[in-house]
Nanobody, 121 residues
């Protein structure tokens, strides 16, 4: 089970951190990631982390502004978002792949959280 928290409203240029608490078979979550979906748009990759932090991947649109991290002791995934832009406004979803170490597409993930809204104005 994945439960997101920490979304909210912020002005452009501001920062937010969203969290994702994982429970259940967390040892099998080989890859975890963040996706986002804006109204009328497809769900898209934001960032992913593999091997407990050995490798991280970012969408070009967020490179240098967002940082994904993982606290294995707390079974929690984070996304630190800095220099936010209005185009970052979306529902942000936490996801995991328990079958392989790849989770850069929505289709590759088999566990999802309910989402948390981020609004940048």
């Amino acid at each position: 089970q994945l439960v997101e928290s920490g979304g909210g409203s912020v002005q452009a240029g501001g920062s937010l951190r969203v969290s994702c608490a994982a429970s259940g078979y967390t040892y099998s979550m080989y890859c975890m990631g963040w996706f986002r979906q804006a109204p009328g748009k497809e769900r898209e990759e934001v960032a992913s982390i593999v091997g407990g932090g050995d490798r991280t991947y970012y969408a070009d649109s967020v490179k240098g502004r967002f940082t994904i991290s993982q606290d294995n002791a707390k079974n929690t995934l984070y996304l630190q978002m800095n220099s936010l832009k209005p185009e970052d406004t979306a529902m942000y979803y936490c996801a995991a792949n328990t079958r392989s170490g790849y989770c850069r597409t929505p289709q590759s993930c088999n566990y999802w959280g309910q989402g948390t809204q981020v609004t940048v104005s």
